[in-house]
Nanobody, 127 residues
Framework: QVQLVESGGGLVHPGGSLRLSCAAS????????MAWFRQAPGQDRKQDRE????????????YHASSVKGRFTISRDIAKNTVYLQMNSLNPEDTAVYYC????????????????WGQGTQVTVSS
């Protein structure tokens, strides 16, 4: 079992920045690929979550979705068992609940390949 707790969400003006954190506990953090997804208002199913980025188990490689590449950056601090998502140049379309997830196998951009999820943190971009 892996427990994930996100933090860092909130209200931000268009053009602003936020850094989300995801603290992991339980099984060995470095066994897992970690990812960030988001879910827009009105969507309820896990499979509707939009993939944003993943980072490999030891943090050697990252992959970002084209929709956020250049604005969002995923990173992980192994010593702190924490994954981050730095978000810059935010716009109202980025408003969503943001989730971190931990998984082992399969395509890293598919939500069904992640077994563990946090509870989510709300990000609202509005003037």
């Amino acid at each position: 079992q892996v427990q994930l707790v996100e933090s860092g969400g909130g209200l931000v003006h268009p053009g602003g920045s936020l850094r989300l954190s995801c603290a992991a506990s339980g099984q060995t953090f470095t066994n897992y690929r970690m990812a960030w997804f988001r879910q827009a208002p009105g969507q309820d199913r896990k499979q509707d979550r939009e993939f944003l980025a993943f980072i490999t188990a030891r943090g050697v490689s990252t992959y970002h979705a084209s929709s956020v590449k250049g604005r969002f950056t995923i990173s992980r601090d192994i010593a702190k068992n924490t994954v981050y998502l730095q978000m810059n140049s935010l716009n109202p379309e980025d408003t969503a609940v943001y989730y971190c997830a931990a998984g082992l196998l399969g395509d890293g951009s598919y939500s069904q390949n992640y077994a563990y999820w946090g509870q989510g943190t709300q990000v609202t971009v509005s003037s």
